[in-house]
């Protein structure tokens, strides 16, 4: 509270400072009970937003100065789908977590998804509650604070202002004098390992399109050639080259934006499934929708691609000969084709492009199967985690929330589909984290504090059992330690490593967190864990793991464990069953396999891997239908050569390598160049991969290959083509 306070009185760094927390809540709705996702919000952060409700009103001082703060806001969602859009909600209540809340108004969906994107990390709310203020400045327990800074002012302005308050603050903060907070912006805070995946997305696409305009290109100057004679009859007629300009203009305009509508509708189609394919995955793109700015992008992508890319058939209208449309013969072989060179060099640009596209799928391919194949440190098959949220009207104390999990567990053991159960705060690959550093008893601490990222978690005595991990030093914990909230802890085998090296330590030893709110108490060690992975498929191997009993914070929310050979939905009724026999008015939280959980933690991976792979399929398509264009117009201007060569004693074959070998050779050029690009790049796509480096020979080996032999196709298509010319009726149509 000080420390916000301070932050309200400074002049010319904040224009508005708001709080969240996000949370659980216990909605009694018509069906009974039902668990929802919700925040706390002060008013300011409404303010933000510009929140104007759909009905009633918003939430004011009042709300946030009052102890209990018994009103709420309902997402609009909620609001049709649980009282059917009822226009006389307003002012009835509703109960949440057991106590009634008065309806103060309706949020629309457009300020819900404002607040999902820019606060809650695209998750939906269904209802708000106000977050309470406290009396000295700022609000109770630890939300997450989001002010609007002044304009002009950059972040590391801010930071330097905020250390500069907090220096004057810190010693008010009791056990939290060597806390400074870190100012980012709501971007960084949201998506800090989105973004770069999404440049990469973003620079594939452009690539796309590149690709796709070069075949456009390519198309253009084969309606110039083609259009050649008519060309010159207009000049010989009278018609000037900025008239023909102009029509060559409006004829690319009219197929360029029927193309960037379709175009549009197409992308709107693909948002779709795109949300739908990543399901609940990646939070972030439950906001991705078409806006403005997104049409007005495409219009303007549209439109510079027509206007650049029509010039390149408009250039060439200088070399147009008005006296050649009335020769009855025109000399051959005395120069190249118009255009000509350009078709080639187009070929070789897609090519090389394509290349990047395939090599970049064919890493992030690589990366993903790496990641899928790890082992998570235990067996997660048949194991099925329940989500449970205690309401605090109900359950105040730490001693009843520990009873009631425990009661649970007890209840399940007995059942013929339960091999075994247990419970937890979190359970892998959602466990918490933190940063800090251990003390060893007996070591001096050293001399620079070194904060690191350590995993963490309140567990039960049956929660390793439930798990199905086996010890390697010492026990679990027992009950009485839980019941005499003894300090002891477990640790995993790599952090114990890592803390005595020599092997001079472990079980028996007395450790020390040490973080920014402060040094816990002296800890015993009482086990140690094989390792698991805690965050996500791809975490550290070595990561300092720490289990706390759960009487070190008596848990709120839990996670009852259930090893099983049955079924999802039964384990669900069977833990819903026993729930309601205790607390009929409870209901259950997520039920999720756990393998499905470590799954999701690698979805961003998958779907960054999906989407590059399409793109890259469709690079590759587009360029190979580039060479075999090229090469079927060459074979169509040169039928004639053909057939000469052919009735001078020419072999099938002879043309057959020519045509081939023209072919491969802008291939080859395209595939070396798209080569060079992605190694001379490839730490762009660093950050993007596991267990793999991104200039892997095998990958670059294997996807040149891919697209060499795609080439190979077209080209061979296309010498087909020149095979099958008959020497006879390519002279008589000469």
């Not at 990646?282 to 510079?304: K, S, T, Y």
């Not at 027992?478 to 477990?490: K, L, R, Y």
Request: proline share 5%.
């Amino acid at each position: 509270a000080p420390m916000v306070a301070a932050w309200q009185e400074v002049e010319g760094v904040f224009q508005e400072i708001g709080g969240y927390t996000e949370e659980e809540f216990h909605l009694t709705a018509e069906e009974g009970v039902v668990s929802v996702l919700g925040a706390r919000v002060s008013p300011e952060i409404l303010s933000m937003v510009s929140a104007t409700p759909l009905l009633g009103r918003s939430f004011g001082e009042a709300d946030a100065a009052s102890s209990h703060g018994n009103v709420a806001l309902l997402s609009e969602e909620t609001w049709e789908n649980r009282f059917g859009s009822d226009p006389d909600v307003i002012g009835k209540a509703v109960g949440v977590d057991g106590s009634p809340h008065i309806i103060a108004g309706v949020l629309p969906s457009a300020v819900s998804r404002v607040l999902e994107s820019g606060f809650f990390g695209a998750q939906s709310k269904a209802i708000f509650l106000p977050l309470v203020a406290d009396p000295a400045g700022g609000w109770s327990g630890n939300p997450n604070i989001v002010a609007r800074v002044e304009p002009g002012l950059s972040i590391t302005r801010v930071q330097e202002r905020l250390d500069a308050i907090q220096v004057g603050v810190a010693h008010l903060i009791e056990g939290q004098n060597e806390w400074f907070p870190l100012a980012v912006s709501a971007r960084d805070a949201l998506a800090p390992n989105f973004r770069r995946g999404l440049w990469v997305m973003f620079g594939a696409v452009g690539i796309v399109l590149l690709i796709a305009c070069a075949n456009i290109a390519t198309l253009l100057l084969v309606r110039r050639l083609a259009r050649g004679d008519e060309m010159n009859v207009r000049l010989a007629l009278g018609a000037g080259r900025t008239r023909l300009a102009g029509q060559l203009l409006m004829e690319s305009f009219l197929l360029g934006a029927a193309g960037t509508f379709l175009a549009f509708l197409t992308a709107a189609w693909m948002v779709d499934g795109a949300v739908w394919i990543a399901g609940n995955s990646i939070p972030e793109l439950q906001a991705a929708r078409l806006d403005e700015e997104a049409f007005g992008f495409a219009v303007a992508a549209g439109l510079f691609t027509i206007f650049a890319f029509s010039f390149i058939p408009i250039l060439q209208l200088g070399s147009l000969e008005p006296a050649g449309a009335l020769a009855r013969e025109r000399p051959r072989g005395k120069r190249r084709p118009v255009g000509w060179t350009a078709h080639k060099s187009l070929v070789v640009v897609q090519v090389s492009l394509a290349t990047v596209l395939i090599l970049s799928a064919g890493l992030l391919t690589n990366s993903l199967g790496r990641l899928l194949s790890v082992d998570p440190g235990f067996d997660t098959e048949g194991l099925v985690a329940v989500g449970l949220d205690l309401p605090r009207s109900r359950y105040d104390l730490g001693t009843e929330r520990i009873a009631f999990f425990d009661e649970i567990v007890r209840s399940l053991e007995p059942h013929p589909t339960v091999n075994a159960a247990g419970w937890a705060r979190f359970v892998p690959p959602l466990v918490a984290g933190a940063a800090g550093m251990v003390n060893v008893e007996g070591r001096p601490p050293p001399p620079e504090r070194h904060m690191e990222g350590h995993a963490g978690n309140w567990v039960s005595p049956t929660y390793f059992g439930a798990v199905g991990v086996p010890f390697l030093e010492g026990r679990a914990f027992t009950q009485a330690e839980i019941s005499d909230e003894a300090e002891v802890v477990i640790l995993n085998r790599s952090g114990a490593e890592r803390l005595w090296p020599d092997g001079d330590g472990g079980v028996g030893t007395r450790i020390q967190l040490d973080s920014d709110y402060g040094p816990s108490p002296w800890m015993r060690v009482v086990g140690i864990v094989p390792d698991f992975k805690a965050w996500w498929l791809g975490d550290r191997p070595d990561r300092l793991q720490i289990y706390l009993p759960v009487s070190n914070i008596p848990p709120r929310s839990g996670v009852i464990l259930v090893r099983t050979g049955g079924e999802l939905g039964e384990i669900a009724t069977l833990v819903q069953d026993q729930v309601r026999q205790l607390d009929s008015a409870l209901p259950i939280g997520e039920v999720f396999w756990v393998r499905d959980a470590f799954h999701q933690s690698v979805a961003r991976q998958q779907f960054q891997t999906f989407l590059l792979s399409g793109l890259g399929f469709l690079g590759m398509l587009l360029a190979i239908l580039g060479v075999y264009g090229v090469l079927s117009l060459s074979v169509t201007r040169r039928t004639r050569e053909i057939g000469v060569r052919l009735a001078l004693g020419a072999t099938r074959g002879d043309i057959n390598r020519r045509v081939l070998g023209q072919g491969l050779r802008a291939v080859a050029l395209g595939t070396a160049m798209g080569l060079g690009f992605s190694y001379f790049s490839s730490e762009l796509l660093t950050d993007l991969l596991w267990g793999i480096e991104a200039t892997d020979p095998a990958t670059f080996f294997t996807c040149s290959g891919a697209v060499i032999l795609a080439g190979l196709f077209a080209t061979y298509v296309s010498s087909r083509r020149a095979m099958g010319i008959d020497p006879v009726e390519a002279l008589k149509r000469e």
